[in-house]
Protein backbone atom coordinates (compact mmCIF):
# COMPACT_ATOMS: atom_id res chain seq x y z
CA UNK A 1 0.00 0.00 0.00
CA UNK A 2 2.51 2.64 0.78
CA UNK A 3 4.64 1.39 -1.87
CA UNK A 4 2.15 2.11 -4.51
CA UNK A 5 1.07 5.17 -2.96
CA UNK A 6 4.70 6.62 -3.06
CA UNK A 7 5.14 5.15 -6.81
CA UNK A 8 1.34 7.20 -7.67
CA UNK A 9 2.77 9.93 -6.41
CA UNK A 10 6.13 9.78 -7.89
CA UNK A 11 4.66 9.15 -11.61
CA UNK A 12 1.72 11.55 -11.34
CA UNK A 13 4.80 14.78 -10.28
CA UNK A 14 7.07 13.62 -13.56
CA UNK A 15 3.58 13.62 -15.59
CA UNK A 16 2.68 17.26 -14.12
CA UNK A 17 6.00 18.09 -14.49
CA UNK A 18 6.33 16.92 -17.99
CA UNK A 19 3.08 18.03 -19.24
CA UNK A 20 3.61 21.68 -17.40
CA UNK A 21 6.86 22.04 -19.65
CA UNK A 22 6.26 20.35 -22.60
CA UNK A 23 3.90 23.16 -24.45
CA UNK A 24 6.71 26.32 -24.03
CA UNK A 25 9.68 23.65 -26.05
CA UNK A 26 7.27 22.73 -28.84
CA UNK A 27 6.07 26.57 -28.97
CA UNK A 28 9.91 27.65 -29.19
CA UNK A 29 10.88 25.39 -31.93
CA UNK A 30 7.91 26.08 -34.18
CA UNK A 31 8.46 30.05 -33.48
CA UNK A 32 11.74 29.13 -35.32
CA UNK A 33 10.80 27.29 -38.34
CA UNK A 34 7.53 28.55 -38.61
CA UNK A 35 6.78 28.20 -42.19
CA UNK A 36 5.04 31.04 -44.25
CA UNK A 37 2.30 29.96 -46.12
CA UNK A 38 1.87 32.51 -48.62
CA UNK A 39 5.45 33.97 -48.48
CA UNK A 40 4.51 37.28 -46.67
CA UNK A 41 5.49 38.40 -43.54
CA UNK A 42 4.59 42.06 -42.86
CA UNK A 43 7.23 44.81 -41.45
CA UNK A 44 7.16 48.29 -41.06
CA UNK A 45 10.34 50.71 -40.96
CA UNK A 46 9.58 54.11 -39.66
CA UNK A 47 12.34 56.47 -40.96
CA UNK A 48 12.27 58.90 -37.72
CA UNK A 49 14.94 61.21 -39.52
CA UNK A 50 11.81 61.95 -42.06
CA UNK A 51 9.51 62.11 -39.52
CA UNK A 52 7.80 65.75 -39.10
CA UNK A 53 5.49 64.87 -35.75
CA UNK A 54 2.38 66.27 -38.13
CA UNK A 55 0.04 63.48 -36.57
CA UNK A 56 -1.16 63.03 -39.82
CA UNK A 57 -0.55 59.01 -39.11
CA UNK A 58 -2.58 59.05 -35.72
CA UNK A 59 -5.85 60.69 -37.17
CA UNK A 60 -5.95 58.50 -40.19
CA UNK A 61 -5.52 55.29 -38.29
CA UNK A 62 -8.36 56.61 -35.84
CA UNK A 63 -10.79 57.39 -39.15
CA UNK A 64 -10.01 54.43 -40.83
CA UNK A 65 -9.85 51.90 -38.15
CA UNK A 66 -12.67 53.49 -36.46
CA UNK A 67 -11.00 53.95 -33.11
CA UNK A 68 -12.86 55.52 -30.34
CA UNK A 69 -11.84 59.27 -29.09
CA UNK A 70 -9.74 58.47 -25.65
CA UNK A 71 -7.38 55.76 -26.77
CA UNK A 72 -5.11 54.97 -29.80
CA UNK A 73 -3.54 52.31 -31.93
CA UNK A 74 -0.99 54.91 -32.91
CA UNK A 75 1.31 57.59 -31.49
CA UNK A 76 3.90 60.09 -32.21
CA UNK A 77 6.36 60.28 -28.96
CA UNK A 78 8.06 63.42 -28.81
CA UNK A 79 11.35 64.32 -27.13
CA UNK A 80 13.65 67.58 -26.99
CA UNK A 81 14.00 70.16 -27.74
CA UNK A 82 17.88 69.63 -28.28
CA UNK A 83 20.72 71.81 -29.26
CA UNK A 84 20.83 75.97 -29.22
CA UNK A 85 18.45 78.01 -30.67
CA UNK A 86 17.88 78.16 -33.56
CA UNK A 87 19.31 75.12 -34.21
CA UNK A 88 16.83 73.12 -31.81
CA UNK A 89 15.48 69.96 -33.30
CA UNK A 90 12.92 67.30 -31.78
CA UNK A 91 12.83 63.56 -31.96
CA UNK A 92 9.19 61.58 -32.89
CA UNK A 93 9.25 57.71 -32.82
CA UNK A 94 6.36 55.67 -33.45
CA UNK A 95 5.02 54.18 -30.95
CA UNK A 96 2.33 50.94 -31.77
CA UNK A 97 2.09 47.65 -32.12
CA UNK A 98 5.71 46.37 -33.14
CA UNK A 99 4.45 42.74 -34.65
CA UNK A 100 6.60 40.36 -32.99
CA UNK A 101 7.50 36.92 -34.15
CA UNK A 102 7.72 35.99 -30.50
CA UNK A 103 4.96 37.70 -28.65
CA UNK A 104 4.58 37.59 -25.73
CA UNK A 105 0.89 39.04 -25.72
CA UNK A 106 0.29 36.08 -27.84
CA UNK A 107 1.64 32.81 -25.74
CA UNK A 108 -0.10 34.71 -21.93
CA UNK A 109 -3.65 34.94 -23.61
CA UNK A 110 -5.68 32.03 -22.41
CA UNK A 111 -8.28 31.99 -24.77
CA UNK A 112 -6.31 32.53 -27.62
CA UNK A 113 -7.99 36.46 -28.85
CA UNK A 114 -4.45 37.49 -29.36
CA UNK A 115 -2.61 35.62 -31.78
CA UNK A 116 -0.17 35.25 -35.11
CA UNK A 117 -2.11 35.47 -38.48
CA UNK A 118 -0.17 32.59 -40.38
CA UNK A 119 -0.05 34.00 -43.63
CA UNK A 120 1.03 37.85 -43.16
CA UNK A 121 2.70 37.57 -39.80
CA UNK A 122 0.21 40.46 -38.15
CA UNK A 123 -0.35 40.04 -35.01
CA UNK A 124 -4.11 40.59 -34.15
CA UNK A 125 -6.88 40.00 -31.68
CA UNK A 126 -10.61 38.21 -32.28
CA UNK A 127 -12.80 40.47 -30.03
CA UNK A 128 -14.99 37.82 -29.57
CA UNK A 129 -13.05 35.26 -27.74
CA UNK A 130 -11.48 38.34 -25.83
CA UNK A 131 -12.76 38.98 -22.32
CA UNK A 132 -11.00 41.21 -21.09
CA UNK A 133 -8.34 39.56 -18.49
CA UNK A 134 -5.96 42.22 -19.44
CA UNK A 135 -3.10 39.77 -19.18
CA UNK A 136 -1.94 41.05 -22.51
CA UNK A 137 -1.91 44.57 -21.69
CA UNK A 138 0.57 43.19 -18.89
CA UNK A 139 2.76 41.07 -20.98
CA UNK A 140 3.45 43.52 -23.87
CA UNK A 141 6.73 44.68 -23.24
CA UNK A 142 6.00 48.06 -25.61
CA UNK A 143 2.87 49.05 -23.73
CA UNK A 144 0.82 49.26 -27.52
CA UNK A 145 -2.29 47.52 -26.27
CA UNK A 146 -5.47 48.62 -24.30
CA UNK A 147 -9.25 47.95 -24.22
CA UNK A 148 -11.04 49.31 -26.72
CA UNK A 149 -13.65 51.20 -24.75
CA UNK A 150 -16.83 50.09 -27.38
CA UNK A 151 -16.15 46.17 -28.00
CA UNK A 152 -14.39 45.85 -24.30
CA UNK A 153 -12.15 43.92 -25.84
CA UNK A 154 -8.12 44.28 -26.08
CA UNK A 155 -7.17 46.20 -29.55
CA UNK A 156 -4.12 47.69 -31.18
CA UNK A 157 -2.40 48.27 -34.50
CA UNK A 158 -3.12 45.19 -36.99
CA UNK A 159 -1.61 46.99 -39.72
CA UNK A 160 -5.02 47.49 -40.84
CA UNK A 161 -5.45 44.08 -41.43
CA UNK A 162 -9.01 44.36 -41.19
CA UNK A 163 -9.76 47.65 -43.23
CA UNK A 164 -6.82 49.29 -45.80
CA UNK A 165 -4.74 45.65 -46.06
CA UNK A 166 -8.06 43.90 -46.85
CA UNK A 167 -8.72 46.23 -49.96
CA UNK A 168 -5.07 45.85 -51.13
CA UNK A 169 -4.06 49.72 -50.18
CA UNK A 170 -1.55 50.17 -47.78
CA UNK A 171 -1.87 50.67 -44.13
CA UNK A 172 -3.85 54.39 -43.41
CA UNK A 173 -0.47 55.53 -41.48
CA UNK A 174 1.17 54.98 -44.81
CA UNK A 175 -0.73 55.98 -46.76
CA UNK A 176 -1.31 59.50 -45.93
CA UNK A 177 2.40 60.48 -44.14
CA UNK A 178 3.27 63.58 -46.30
CA UNK A 179 7.22 62.86 -45.98
CA UNK A 180 6.96 59.01 -46.67
CA UNK A 181 9.02 58.15 -42.81
CA UNK A 182 6.93 55.01 -43.26
CA UNK A 183 7.57 52.42 -45.81
CA UNK A 184 5.35 48.74 -45.29
CA UNK A 185 6.08 46.13 -47.04
CA UNK A 186 6.83 42.26 -47.16
CA UNK A 187 10.09 40.94 -45.79
CA UNK A 188 9.99 37.89 -47.73
CA UNK A 189 10.24 40.04 -50.87
CA UNK A 190 13.57 40.81 -52.01
CA UNK A 191 12.19 43.14 -54.85
CA UNK A 192 10.83 44.88 -52.41
CA UNK A 193 11.94 48.68 -51.34
CA UNK A 194 11.44 48.14 -47.48
CA UNK A 195 13.79 45.16 -47.69
CA UNK A 196 15.73 47.27 -50.39
CA UNK A 197 15.99 50.24 -47.43
CA UNK A 198 16.23 47.75 -44.89
CA UNK A 199 19.41 46.92 -46.88
CA UNK A 200 21.06 49.97 -47.71
CA UNK A 201 20.27 51.89 -43.92
CA UNK A 202 21.53 50.85 -40.07
CA UNK A 203 17.98 50.25 -37.80
CA UNK A 204 17.29 49.44 -34.99
CA UNK A 205 14.40 47.68 -33.27
CA UNK A 206 13.42 48.18 -29.38
CA UNK A 207 14.16 46.18 -26.95
CA UNK A 208 15.46 43.04 -29.00
CA UNK A 209 17.04 41.94 -25.87
CA UNK A 210 13.74 40.46 -24.87
CA UNK A 211 13.55 38.26 -27.06
CA UNK A 212 10.64 39.04 -29.13
CA UNK A 213 11.67 40.15 -32.60
CA UNK A 214 10.02 42.64 -33.48
CA UNK A 215 8.60 43.87 -37.15
CA UNK A 216 9.22 47.77 -36.26
CA UNK A 217 12.64 48.95 -38.04
CA UNK A 218 13.76 52.35 -37.56
CA UNK A 219 16.14 54.82 -38.78
CA UNK A 220 17.29 56.16 -35.79
CA UNK A 221 17.70 60.15 -36.23
CA UNK A 222 20.47 62.19 -35.03
CA UNK A 223 21.89 62.10 -32.00
CA UNK A 224 19.67 64.51 -29.40
CA UNK A 225 21.63 64.55 -26.03
CA UNK A 226 24.35 62.03 -24.75
CA UNK A 227 23.28 60.71 -21.43
CA UNK A 228 25.87 57.93 -19.24
CA UNK B 1 5.47 58.84 -8.96
CA UNK B 2 2.51 57.89 -6.39
CA UNK B 3 2.70 54.82 -4.63
CA UNK B 4 -0.77 53.26 -6.44
CA UNK B 5 -0.80 55.05 -9.43
CA UNK B 6 1.73 55.17 -11.69
CA UNK B 7 1.88 55.28 -16.44
CA UNK B 8 2.92 51.22 -16.13
CA UNK B 9 0.61 50.09 -13.74
CA UNK B 10 -2.03 47.42 -15.39
CA UNK B 11 -2.91 45.22 -12.82
CA UNK B 12 -4.51 46.88 -9.73
CA UNK B 13 -5.14 45.54 -6.15
CA UNK B 14 -8.33 43.09 -7.02
CA UNK B 15 -5.13 40.92 -8.62
CA UNK B 16 -3.68 40.84 -4.97
CA UNK B 17 -6.93 39.87 -3.21
CA UNK B 18 -6.96 36.95 -5.67
CA UNK B 19 -3.36 36.06 -5.72
CA UNK B 20 -3.76 35.86 -1.75
CA UNK B 21 -7.39 34.10 -1.67
CA UNK B 22 -5.39 31.78 -4.07
CA UNK B 23 -2.54 30.95 -1.96
CA UNK B 24 -4.71 31.09 1.17
CA UNK B 25 -6.71 28.41 -0.27
CA UNK B 26 -4.17 25.93 -1.09
CA UNK B 27 -2.13 26.29 1.84
CA UNK B 28 -4.97 25.68 4.30
CA UNK B 29 -6.28 22.21 2.42
CA UNK B 30 -2.30 21.58 2.34
CA UNK B 31 -2.31 21.88 5.86
CA UNK B 32 -5.47 20.17 6.45
CA UNK B 33 -4.48 17.04 4.37
CA UNK B 34 -1.39 16.89 6.56
CA UNK B 35 -3.19 17.70 9.90
CA UNK B 36 -5.90 14.33 9.24
CA UNK B 37 -2.52 12.02 7.88
CA UNK B 38 -0.37 12.83 10.62
CA UNK B 39 -1.79 13.97 13.60
CA UNK B 40 -5.81 13.17 13.69
CA UNK B 41 -6.46 10.34 11.25
CA UNK B 42 -9.98 8.96 11.41
CA UNK B 43 -11.05 11.43 13.72
CA UNK B 44 -9.94 14.26 11.45
CA UNK B 45 -13.71 15.77 11.12
CA UNK B 46 -14.25 16.59 14.87
CA UNK B 47 -11.23 19.00 14.78
CA UNK B 48 -12.29 22.78 15.13
CA UNK B 49 -9.22 23.33 12.74
CA UNK B 50 -9.76 20.88 10.11
CA UNK B 51 -13.45 22.55 10.22
CA UNK B 52 -12.14 25.95 9.32
CA UNK B 53 -9.50 24.88 6.83
CA UNK B 54 -12.21 23.25 4.82
CA UNK B 55 -14.59 26.28 5.34
CA UNK B 56 -11.38 28.67 4.48
CA UNK B 57 -10.64 26.69 1.15
CA UNK B 58 -13.89 26.55 -0.05
CA UNK B 59 -15.12 29.66 0.28
CA UNK B 60 -11.17 31.87 -0.65
CA UNK B 61 -11.09 29.93 -3.70
CA UNK B 62 -14.40 30.74 -5.03
CA UNK B 63 -14.33 34.59 -3.55
CA UNK B 64 -10.80 35.08 -5.52
CA UNK B 65 -12.32 33.64 -8.71
CA UNK B 66 -15.07 35.93 -8.14
CA UNK B 67 -12.77 39.11 -7.91
CA UNK B 68 -11.12 37.48 -10.76
CA UNK B 69 -14.34 37.62 -12.98
CA UNK B 70 -15.41 40.75 -11.89
CA UNK B 71 -12.21 42.16 -12.60
CA UNK B 72 -12.73 41.38 -16.10
CA UNK B 73 -13.66 44.23 -18.53
CA UNK B 74 -16.24 41.64 -20.10
CA UNK B 75 -17.07 39.33 -17.48
CA UNK B 76 -20.17 38.13 -18.76
CA UNK B 77 -17.67 36.60 -21.05
CA UNK B 78 -16.02 34.82 -18.42
CA UNK B 79 -17.18 31.40 -19.41
CA UNK B 80 -14.81 31.46 -22.83
CA UNK B 81 -12.06 31.21 -20.48
CA UNK B 82 -13.35 27.44 -19.88
CA UNK B 83 -14.02 26.82 -23.00
CA UNK B 84 -10.99 28.33 -25.25
CA UNK B 85 -7.56 27.04 -24.16
CA UNK B 86 -3.94 28.66 -24.74
CA UNK B 87 -1.32 25.93 -23.72
CA UNK B 88 1.21 28.29 -23.64
CA UNK B 89 -0.74 30.84 -21.43
CA UNK B 90 0.38 30.12 -18.13
CA UNK B 91 -3.14 31.36 -17.17
CA UNK B 92 -5.10 28.53 -18.71
CA UNK B 93 -2.73 26.00 -17.12
CA UNK B 94 -3.84 28.23 -13.87
CA UNK B 95 -7.91 27.75 -14.61
CA UNK B 96 -7.36 23.84 -15.61
CA UNK B 97 -5.61 23.63 -12.16
CA UNK B 98 -7.95 26.07 -10.53
CA UNK B 99 -10.84 23.92 -11.60
CA UNK B 100 -9.19 20.36 -11.43
CA UNK B 101 -8.64 22.08 -7.58
CA UNK B 102 -11.97 22.26 -6.55
CA UNK B 103 -13.10 18.75 -8.06
CA UNK B 104 -10.63 16.94 -5.71
CA UNK B 105 -11.08 19.68 -2.84
CA UNK B 106 -14.58 18.84 -2.43
CA UNK B 107 -13.84 15.23 -3.18
CA UNK B 108 -11.60 14.99 0.05
CA UNK B 109 -13.82 17.02 1.98
CA UNK B 110 -16.85 14.70 1.62
CA UNK B 111 -13.99 11.72 2.36
CA UNK B 112 -13.21 13.21 5.50
CA UNK B 113 -16.35 14.22 6.79
CA UNK B 114 -17.82 10.82 5.35
CA UNK B 115 -19.12 9.87 9.00
CA UNK B 116 -21.47 13.13 9.70
CA UNK B 117 -22.51 13.21 5.90
CA UNK B 118 -23.56 9.19 6.05
CA UNK B 119 -25.36 9.92 8.98
CA UNK B 120 -27.36 12.72 7.67
CA UNK B 121 -28.03 11.56 4.33
CA UNK B 122 -28.84 8.20 5.08
CA UNK B 123 -31.99 9.32 6.03
CA UNK B 124 -32.58 12.23 3.47
CA UNK B 125 -30.66 11.14 0.65
CA UNK B 126 -29.48 7.45 0.74
CA UNK B 127 -27.99 8.10 -2.98
CA UNK B 128 -25.11 10.05 -1.33
CA UNK B 129 -23.71 7.30 1.07
CA UNK B 130 -23.17 5.30 -2.44
CA UNK B 131 -21.12 8.49 -3.61
CA UNK B 132 -19.13 8.87 -0.02
CA UNK B 133 -18.61 5.05 -0.36
CA UNK B 134 -17.06 5.27 -3.94
CA UNK B 135 -14.96 8.54 -3.17
CA UNK B 136 -13.84 6.91 0.02
CA UNK B 137 -12.33 3.71 -1.77
CA UNK B 138 -10.21 5.70 -3.80
CA UNK B 139 -9.20 7.91 -0.82
CA UNK B 140 -5.18 7.47 -1.48
CA UNK B 141 -5.66 8.61 -4.55
CA UNK B 142 -7.57 12.07 -3.98
CA UNK B 143 -5.55 13.16 -1.21
CA UNK B 144 -2.32 12.13 -3.59
CA UNK B 145 -3.91 14.31 -6.08
CA UNK B 146 -5.25 16.94 -3.77
CA UNK B 147 -1.96 18.15 -2.43
CA UNK B 148 -0.17 18.37 -6.27
CA UNK B 149 -2.62 20.68 -7.65
CA UNK B 150 -3.12 22.70 -4.30
CA UNK B 151 1.06 22.80 -4.11
CA UNK B 152 0.51 24.04 -8.12
CA UNK B 153 -2.08 26.67 -7.47
CA UNK B 154 0.24 28.05 -4.70
CA UNK B 155 3.12 28.33 -6.93
CA UNK B 156 0.67 29.30 -10.13
CA UNK B 157 0.10 32.34 -8.78
CA UNK B 158 3.93 33.10 -8.92
CA UNK B 159 3.81 31.79 -12.39
CA UNK B 160 1.32 33.87 -13.97
CA UNK B 161 3.49 37.65 -12.61
CA UNK B 162 7.16 35.59 -13.87
CA UNK B 163 5.46 35.08 -17.31
CA UNK B 164 5.61 38.67 -18.40
CA UNK B 165 9.12 39.40 -19.79
CA UNK B 166 9.30 43.26 -19.48
CA UNK B 167 8.57 43.59 -15.36
CA UNK B 168 12.21 42.26 -14.03
CA UNK B 169 11.05 41.94 -10.66
CA UNK B 170 8.26 39.22 -11.52
CA UNK B 171 10.38 37.19 -14.55
CA UNK B 172 12.29 35.41 -12.16
CA UNK B 173 11.73 32.07 -10.89
CA UNK B 174 11.93 32.71 -7.63
CA UNK B 175 8.69 34.06 -7.06
CA UNK B 176 6.59 31.07 -7.87
CA UNK B 177 8.36 29.63 -4.56
CA UNK B 178 8.34 32.71 -2.66
CA UNK B 179 4.43 32.46 -3.64
CA UNK B 180 3.86 28.83 -2.89
CA UNK B 181 5.66 29.41 0.52
CA UNK B 182 3.46 32.48 1.53
CA UNK B 183 0.46 31.01 0.27
CA UNK B 184 1.25 27.96 2.42
CA UNK B 185 1.82 29.97 5.46
CA UNK B 186 -1.18 32.21 4.70
CA UNK B 187 -3.15 28.88 4.34
CA UNK B 188 -1.96 27.39 8.00
CA UNK B 189 -2.40 30.77 9.61
CA UNK B 190 -6.13 31.32 7.88
CA UNK B 191 -6.78 27.44 9.21
CA UNK B 192 -5.15 28.13 13.19
CA UNK B 193 -6.94 31.70 13.69
CA UNK B 194 -10.86 29.93 12.07
CA UNK B 195 -10.14 27.17 14.66
CA UNK B 196 -9.56 29.15 17.56
CA UNK B 197 -12.35 30.92 16.75
CA UNK B 198 -14.44 27.38 16.05
CA UNK B 199 -13.57 26.76 19.21
CA UNK B 200 -10.41 24.63 18.67
CA UNK B 201 -8.54 24.27 21.68
CA UNK B 202 -5.89 26.64 21.06
CA UNK B 203 -3.33 24.33 23.03
CA UNK B 204 -4.50 21.41 21.05
CA UNK B 205 -2.08 18.75 19.22
CA UNK B 206 -3.07 20.67 15.71
CA UNK B 207 -1.78 23.67 16.56
CA UNK B 208 1.44 22.29 18.36
CA UNK B 209 1.50 20.46 14.81
CA UNK B 210 1.38 23.37 12.74
CA UNK B 211 3.63 25.86 14.42
CA UNK B 212 6.03 23.08 14.20
CA UNK B 213 5.67 23.38 10.43
CA UNK B 214 5.49 27.46 10.04
CA UNK B 215 8.82 27.75 11.95
CA UNK B 216 11.06 26.54 8.92
CA UNK B 217 8.62 27.91 6.14
CA UNK B 218 8.96 31.51 7.99
CA UNK B 219 12.36 30.72 8.17
CA UNK B 220 12.70 29.57 4.35
CA UNK B 221 9.91 32.66 3.62
CA UNK B 222 13.15 34.87 4.49
CA UNK B 223 15.56 32.68 2.72
CA UNK B 224 13.65 32.79 -0.84
CA UNK B 225 13.31 36.72 -0.21
CA UNK B 226 16.64 36.86 0.15
CA UNK B 227 17.20 35.16 -2.34
CA UNK B 228 14.82 36.91 -4.58
CA UNK B 229 16.39 40.47 -3.73
CA UNK B 230 19.93 39.20 -3.90
CA UNK B 231 19.19 37.50 -7.56
CA UNK B 232 17.77 40.84 -8.83
CA UNK B 233 20.69 42.74 -8.00
CA UNK B 234 23.25 40.94 -8.86
CA UNK B 235 20.97 40.37 -12.77
CA UNK B 236 22.30 44.29 -11.93
CA UNK B 237 20.62 46.14 -15.38
CA UNK B 238 16.77 47.44 -14.54
CA UNK B 239 16.43 44.39 -12.42
CA UNK B 240 19.06 45.40 -9.93
CA UNK B 241 17.01 49.36 -10.11
CA UNK B 242 13.54 47.30 -10.07
CA UNK B 243 14.99 45.71 -6.56
CA UNK B 244 16.43 49.21 -4.95
CA UNK B 245 13.15 50.90 -5.91
CA UNK B 246 11.08 48.23 -4.34
CA UNK B 247 12.74 47.73 -0.80
CA UNK B 248 15.02 51.22 -0.80
CA UNK B 249 13.29 54.30 1.26
CA UNK B 250 9.49 55.27 0.60
CA UNK B 251 6.12 53.98 0.95
CA UNK B 252 6.57 50.33 -0.31
CA UNK B 253 10.20 50.28 1.53
CA UNK B 254 8.14 50.83 4.86
CA UNK B 255 6.14 48.34 3.85
CA UNK B 256 8.34 45.58 3.01
CA UNK B 257 10.82 46.23 5.92
CA UNK B 258 8.30 47.21 8.65
CA UNK B 259 5.03 45.33 7.31
CA UNK B 260 6.35 42.53 5.99
CA UNK B 261 9.73 41.46 7.04
CA UNK B 262 8.82 43.06 10.77
CA UNK B 263 4.85 42.28 11.59
CA UNK B 264 4.62 39.50 8.42
CA UNK B 265 7.56 37.77 9.47
CA UNK B 266 9.75 37.97 12.36
CA UNK B 267 6.81 39.04 15.09
CA UNK B 268 5.08 35.69 14.17
CA UNK B 269 8.41 33.86 13.83
CA UNK B 270 9.00 35.01 17.40
CA UNK B 271 5.98 34.29 18.87
CA UNK B 272 6.26 30.68 17.22
CA UNK B 273 9.52 29.95 18.98
CA UNK B 274 8.35 31.56 22.26
CA UNK B 275 5.17 29.34 21.78
CA UNK B 276 7.27 25.78 21.80
CA UNK B 277 9.52 27.34 23.95
CA UNK B 278 6.57 27.60 26.57
CA UNK B 279 4.43 25.00 27.21
CA UNK B 280 0.98 26.55 27.32
CA UNK B 281 -1.02 28.56 24.37
CA UNK B 282 -3.35 30.94 24.49
CA UNK B 283 -6.53 31.62 22.35
CA UNK B 284 -4.91 35.46 21.99
CA UNK B 285 -1.41 34.32 21.26
CA UNK B 286 -2.42 31.76 18.55
CA UNK B 287 -5.15 34.19 16.78
CA UNK B 288 -2.80 37.08 17.19
CA UNK B 289 0.11 35.42 15.31
CA UNK B 290 -2.34 34.38 12.94
CA UNK B 291 -3.49 38.00 11.95
CA UNK B 292 0.34 39.01 12.07
CA UNK B 293 0.92 36.01 9.42
CA UNK B 294 -1.84 37.16 7.50
CA UNK B 295 -1.86 40.80 7.23
CA UNK B 296 2.15 40.00 6.36
CA UNK B 297 0.92 37.83 3.31
CA UNK B 298 -1.73 40.45 2.09
CA UNK B 299 1.40 43.21 2.10
CA UNK B 300 3.67 40.48 0.62
CA UNK B 301 0.80 40.45 -2.64
CA UNK B 302 0.62 43.98 -2.88
CA UNK B 303 3.98 45.23 -2.53
CA UNK B 304 5.16 43.01 -5.21
CA UNK B 305 2.77 43.42 -7.68
CA UNK B 306 2.96 47.26 -7.47
CA UNK B 307 6.18 47.55 -7.28
CA UNK B 308 6.72 45.00 -9.75
CA UNK B 309 4.99 47.69 -12.87
CA UNK B 310 7.18 50.25 -11.47
CA UNK B 311 10.10 49.48 -13.21
CA UNK B 312 10.35 47.69 -16.80
CA UNK B 313 12.96 46.99 -18.94
Redesign the interface.
Known amino acids: MENSRRHFLKSTCALVAGVSVYPFSGNHANAEMEPAINNIKYALLNDETKCIGCNACVEACREVNHVPEGVTRLSIERTGPFGEYPNQFYHFSRHSCEHCENAPCVSVCPTGAAFINKETGIVAVNADKCVGCQYCIAACPYEVRFINPVTKAADKCDFCRETNLKQGKQPACVEICPTKALVFGNLKDPESELVALLKANPTERFKQDLGTRPKIFRIKAKQGEIIL | MSAFHFD ?1 L ?2 HWPIAVYLFLAGASAGAMFFAVLLKHFCLKEKAYQSGFIIAACIIAAISVLAGLGVLVL ?4 PW ?2 W ?2 L ?11 G ?1 IILMLYQVFMYAWIAVTFRQPIDKFCEKHLPIACTLTRLLARYE ?2 IT ?2 LV ?1 FSV ?1 LGAYTGFLLS ?5 PMWNTGVLPLLFLASGLSSGAAASLLGGVLLKGNPNGAEVRFIHKIEIPLILGEILLMFTFFLGLVFSGGQSKVAAFNAIGVGFWGFVFWFGIMGLGLSAPLAMNLFMTATSKRKFSYVAGTACLSLLGVILLRNFILYTG ?1 MV ?2
Request: charged share 10%.
Open positions: TVWDLTKDFKIVFYNPTSVMSMVAGGLISAQPHFQVS
